[in-house]
């Protein structure tokens, strides 16, 4: 079948995930980013754009996305019935059964009816355009698996409301008020977020629970957030003890609060994220995470009561105490500090490592590029 949403056959210069792998550094610009060092200096990146997927990191970096599957280029930004939706809208897109790599036509801000429902083994990607997902209810990851979000800009997003929504060519269901999160994975596995620009949604804008796994937040430009980060759905809900979460090469910016992220049970590896504002604290948990924080920049505020990083929450320090949490090679300015905890059980923070930290002298080259990029066609990008 082929949609006014235009489907393009994958080329064939596609590099395999284990040839990629062993060779990151035949394109590498030097900025200590693995990922970045990956693919961006391939002035070629717009005829080669699944292999991005073989440039994922840590916990989610089997995330293939659409990688094995046809190109759909988005040509129409509207949203105009979530049940029927219209082909080339990314709506359409996103519900098909077969893997898809998607594109857009041209830069374009789609404000969505309803939550946008993602089936598996998709892959989202606004490089070569400035696409804006904003004023309405934004992005779900629901009980799917394999998806890549990259290049968006995501903002301003709204709890959906009581309604029907399409998850599937073959399937349309009732869905109750959505929480206002700009990327919402509720059960999924297989996620890489990637190169993101976040702000100002209702709710959180990354979270993820209900024994989502296999997760890697990464090179996202975070501000103007209250929430940031959920990452585990309450304390009473074990099924999250299993989560693992890479939270790699962030910038967390202006205007933002707390929860960079807020952890709960499971294994969190935040690994050379660049911490320039925060109002309350970065990194906090409750119902003993496991946090190993290797390699990040966190500069305090200049209030004297939110100088530290941490926030055990929930707990007395009787409790507290004996979580999981530490600080390694991190970079403290401003008068920040970081209570850790726990007796460091090797087994734990091997469980909650998942990539290797560099200096965190060089976290600012390594997060400088944090965002959606402005890619042009011929162009590294």
């Known amino acids: 079948m082929k949609y006014t949403g235009l489907f ?66 988005v040509t129409d930004s509207g949203d105009y019935d979530a049940v029927n939706p ?32 993602m089936n598996s083994f998709k892959t989202i990607d606004g ?15 629901q009980f799917v698996t394999n998806i890549i979000i990259h290049g968006l800009n995501i903002h301003d997003c709204k709890q959906g409301g009581n309604a029907m929504v399409r998850d599937s060519p073959n399937h349309f269901g009732w869905r109750t008020i959505s929480d206002g999160d700009g990327v919402s994975i509720f059960g999924g596995t297989h996620i890489w977020v990637d190169h993101n620009s976040l702000s100002n949604c209702q709710d959180g804008l990354v979270d993820a629970i209900h024994g989502s796994t296999y997760i890697t937040i990464s090179n996202n430009f ?22 693992q ?69 929930d707990a007395p320090e009787s409790e507290w105490k004996g979580w999981n949490w530490r600080s ?3 970079l403290m300015v401003n008068g920040a500090f970081f209570t850790p905890s726990g007796a460091g059980a090797s087994s734990s923070y091997s469980r909650a490592s998942s990539l290797g930290a560099k200096p965190s002298s060089l976290v600012g080259s390594i997060t400088g590029a944090a965002g959606a990029l402005s890619c042009r066609k011929g162009a590294r990008c």
Not at 40 to 48: A, I
Not at 222 to 243: F, P
């Open 8 to 73: 393009v056959a994958p080329p064939t210069t596609i590099i395999n995930e284990s040839t990629t792998r062993r060779n990151l550094g035949y394109f590498s610009c030097g900025t200590g980013n693995p990922i970045d060092d990956c693919w961006r200096c391939d002035p070629n990146w717009e005829k080669n754009r699944q292999r991005l997927a073989d440039c994922a990191i840590g916990f989610g970096k089997n995330a293939v996305g659409g990688r094995d599957g046809k190109i759909y280029v």
């Open 86 to 117: 219209k082909p080339g809208t990314l709506r359409h897109a996103v519900i098909q059964d077969e893997p898809l790599w998607i594109i857009f036509s041209r830069d374009m801000t789609i404000k969505l009816k309803e939550e946008l429902i």
């Open 127 to 141: 490089r070569g355009a400035s696409v804006h997902i904003a004023g309405g209810p934004c992005i779900t990851i």
């Open 222 to 243: 975070m501000t103007h957030h209250d929430k940031v980060m959920l990452l585990g759905h309450s304390d009473s809900y074990t099924q999250d003890k299993n989560m």
């Open 245 to 313: 979460v890479t939270i790699a090469f962030n910038h967390f910016g202006e205007g933002l609060v707390q929860r960079m992220p807020r952890c709960r049970h499971g294994y969190f590896h935040v690994v050379n994220n660049d911490y320039t504002h925060w109002e309350m604290y970065a990194i906090g948990g409750s119902a003993n995470p496991t946090i190993n924080s290797q390699g990040n920049r966190f500069v305090a505020p200049d209030a004297r009561f939110s100088k530290e990083v941490t926030k055990h929450e």
């Open 328 to 330: 390694e090679g991190d």
